[in-house]
């Protein structure tokens, strides 16, 4: 419970620069494991993308092994895959798929499987697609993959900056990559729905890095200007803030896909919903942990090669603070802040005591203030020192007094 509390009440910490390294080579391994797949194994690309023929027959006892022998004339790839379906009213259907020479072979295949079955002639439904139709919608995922990434990355640079869209589209590039390898290592057929797919998880795993990005702007504005924070402390800051967010926002958007992927697919045997699921569920995984685990390091590694954030750090160097210890004060509820972290948390101002200002020992350590104007007494926030001071008074103006009216002066 007290992890959960926390993590709840946004009083986590976690070294979010320290598991990076180790994320980072898990994350290297799976792109090395992924592209090697690729390239020895490809892909199971379905008759849409390369051709062939799917034939429905309709019964309740028709096997694989009666397929395959109705169908041995037409060729050894004519039973290249054999499904078995529900319809809607409960019905079972078997989907056999393959590829013969030509539309009129596939005519006559379905009349094999028909009198095989048991059937009469037209009751085996037979759709055939040409390899120039596949080789059209493979043309058209990668233009749409390109223009997809090409406006999203120069919205970002306009919207936040610059290395934030080169970091985005890293972790973009990585998702299809893992999500493309999981196909190829299991051998998962790809569908059109598959390509949909893609597109569909690449604007969610997108969504969770902007929603970063967007708390590390703030907080860099905030905290930035007091020259005591790096950039890699102030990423790991707004990482622990959105982090309940983003696990939130994937676990709600999972539960349903499960759900599509078991009623779908497994139950009534639709094979769109399943594939369409399919790669949504490994889409989702796969952005959540980018937008955690990758974008951020980027982002940090490019940010703090900028003048300003090169400068800050090396002040803190010049100062004898260390640098990689990037922990930020989270003071506990019900417990003085000297109790809670190695580093004292700075004194509020105005509060009563003798207790002169805590040194620093770190890059990171000062409380993370309140932004309501009407400050509660958090015991982190009494004088540090004195464990019997009074708690500070109530300030309606917040942390800053307003300016105190001129007088006029009398002639």
Do not use: C
């Amino acid at each position: 419970m007290g992890l959960a509390s926390d993590l709840y009440r946004g009083r986590n910490d976690f070294d979010f620069p320290r598991l990076w390294v180790r994320v980072g080579i898990v994350s290297t391994v799976l792109i090395i494991i992924s592209l090697a797949s690729m390239v020895t194994r490809g892909l199971n690309l379905s008759i849409d993308f390369e051709g062939g023929s799917v034939w429905e027959v309709p019964s309740a006892t028709f096997t694989e092994a009666q397929a395959r022998t109705a169908l041995a004339d037409f060729g050894d790839s004519a039973v290249e895959r054999f499904q078995e379906a529900t319809t809607t009213e409960g019905g079972r259907v078997i989907r056999v798929s393959g590829r013969v020479d030509n539309v009129a072979e596939g005519a006559k295949a379905a009349d094999a499987l028909a009198a095989a079955s048991g059937l009469e002639k037209g009751e085996v439904k037979v759709n055939t697609v040409g390899p120039s139709w596949g080789s059209d919608i493979t043309s058209q995922a990668r233009l749409s993959l390109i223009v997809f990434m090409v406006l999203v990355a120069a919205y970002i640079a306009w919207r936040l900056e610059t290395r934030m869209a080169i970091a985005a589209m890293v972790a973009v590039i990585h998702d299809i990559i893992i999500t493309v390898g999981v196909y190829s290592v299991f051998q998962i057929e790809v569908t059109p729905a598959t390509v949909i797919s893609f597109l569909t998880i690449l604007g969610f795993s997108l969504y969770d890095t902007i929603v970063v990005y967007d708390r590390v702007q703030e907080n860099a504005t905030r905290f930035g200007r007091s020259g005591q924070y790096t950039y890699t402390s102030i990423m790991r800051r707004s990482l622990n803030q959105v982090f309940m967010r983003s696990l939130n926002t994937t676990m709600v958007t999972i539960i349903p896909v499960i759900s599509i992927l078991v009623v779908g697919q497994i139950v009534f045997g639709q094979e769109t919903l399943g594939d369409f699921s399919l790669a949504l569920l490994i889409g989702l995984v796969s952005g959540t942990y980018s937008s955690l685990f990758v974008a951020p390091p980027v982002t940090a590694w490019l940010k703090e090669r900028e003048p300003r954030w090169r400068q800050i750090r090396e002040r803190l160097v010049a100062k004898g603070v260390d640098v990689s210890d990037t922990t930020w004060h989270v003071a506990s509820a019900g417990a003085p802040a000297a109790a809670t972290s190695g580093v004292p948390a700075r004194p509020r101002r105005g509060a009563t005591g003798t207790a002169s200002r805590p040194t620093r020992s770190s890059t990171t350590a000062v409380e993370d203030r309140s932004t309501d104007p009407v400050s509660s007494t958090d015991p982190a926030e009494a004088t540090v020192g004195d464990a019997d001071a009074a708690p500070a008074p109530r300030n309606p103006y917040g942390s800053v007094p307003p300016r105190p009216r001129k007088t006029k002066k009398k002639r």
